[in-house]
């Protein structure tokens, strides 16, 4: 399920997303990769509801599952957009000091799940939240 739900996001369908993420963590609540369905809920609370504190609350689960790459980005992100500037940059320090493939906005953009349109034009918050906490342009 949790692969229709990306599927979902990456035609920009977010909101259709999101009953995929909730019945694949119903179905497997102790999936060693539940982290990319709540990920994926997240994304739909931060994009679909704009509810950054909900998102928050969903990556976080994430990120306690396991501290992927776009979990942290989506979660520097969105503590920016929450106003919660001080977390957000002390995630961004430990995440580039860790010495990430994905280092700036630029690389951010270029391994984007999807380039079709509307999800691009969806997921654009995110690179103004990232903006915020002060990563890299390039």
């Not at 990120?63 to 979660?75: A, N």
Request: charged share 25%; glycine share 8%.
């Amino acid at each position: 399920h949790s692969e229709f739900g990306w599927l979902r996001q990456a035609y920009g369908d977010f909101a259709g997303s999101e009953q995929y993420f909730d019945m694949a963590l119903r179905l497997s609540p102790r999936d060693p990769f539940r982290f990319v369905d709540l990920l994926g809920l997240g994304i739909v609370y931060r994009y679909v509801y704009e509810n950054a504190e909900r998102a928050l609350e969903f990556y976080r689960r994430s990120y306690d599952v396991y501290p992927w790459s776009w979990t942290q980005i989506c979660l520097i992100s969105a503590y920016a957009a929450a106003g919660r500037m001080d977390e957000a940059r002390m995630l961004l320090k430990t995440y580039l000091n860790g010495k990430p493939l994905v280092d700036s906005i630029a690389m951010v953009r270029k391994n984007l799940n999807s380039y079709h349109p509307d999800y691009v034009r969806r997921i654009e918050p995110l690179f103004v939240g990232l903006r915020l906490a002060g990563m890299p342009e390039g």
